[in-house]
């Protein structure tokens, strides 16, 4: 299963299981729809690829599969996120 992480890595926005707000790229980098749209223009800073919607787990499951207790807050260095943007945003996630 993916992990569930429970913050955006960009602003740090609370995205608990069961948020409809959460973004994860094919790493599990996870951010805020906001940022994604309006920040990240769907281009992960990490590794460059897309961004899906992420699943929902349902609250039962969360004893057995709880979220990771490591929090990942890494806000983007627009600088260095710029040259990946300039290489990836006219791209389709598929081609990329
Ligand atoms: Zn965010
Ligand atoms: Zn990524």
Known sequence: MIEIRTNC???NK???PNSEAAMICAFECTFCEECVESILQNV???CGGGFEKRPILR???LPKYPPPEKVIF???DQDEFNKILRRFKNI???QR
């Open 9 to 11: 890595e960009n602003c």
């Open 14 to 16: 609370q995205l608990p």
């Open 44 to 46: 992960c800073p990490n």
């Open 59 to 61: 609250k039962e499951y």
């Open 74 to 76: 890494k806000p983007v």
């Open 92 to 94: 389709h996630p598929s």
